[in-house]
């Protein structure tokens, strides 16, 4: 089992930044992907951004390229999404999640661990 715990939401004016963090625990060394989704009242949960563990592969939805940058610390066994330049459309419960595969990185239902999510709040 791996257990991921997010920090790092809040409330925040529009063009302003914030940055989350995901704290990976377990059978860490099992993980090939982390990423990030998220998800607004009344919305499907949605893709946001992946990268390999090892490589460091980076992946991108449309929507965030250009203003959010993920990373990770492979010693502290950290994700991290830096997102600048927020919009109220970012608002919504970002989650952190992680998968043994390589495979359809932006589909959620193939990621095999969960964060409980927190909490982004952009004000207009």
């Known amino acids: 089992q791996v257990q991921l715990v997010e920090s790092g939401g809040g409330l925040v004016q529009a063009g302003g930044s914030l940055r989350l963090s995901c704290a990976a625990s377990g059978r860490t060394f099992s993980v090939y992907v982390m990423g990030w989704f998220r998800q607004a009242p009344g919305k499907e949960r949605e893709f946001v951004s992946a990268i390999t563990w090892r490589g460091g592969t980076t992946y991108y939805a449309d929507s965030v390229k250009g203003r959010f940058t993920i990373s990770r610390d492979i010693a502290k066994n950290t994700l991290y999404l830096q997102m600048n330049s927020l919009k109220p459309e970012d608002t919504a419960v970002y989650y952190c999640?992680?998968?043994?595969?390589?495979?359809?990185?932006?589909?959620?239902?193939?990621?095999?661990?969960w964060g409980q999510g927190t909490q982004v709040t952009v004000s207009s």
């Open positions: 999640a992680a998968k043994n595969s390589n495979y359809n990185v932006a589909l959620s239902d193939r990621y095999d661990y």
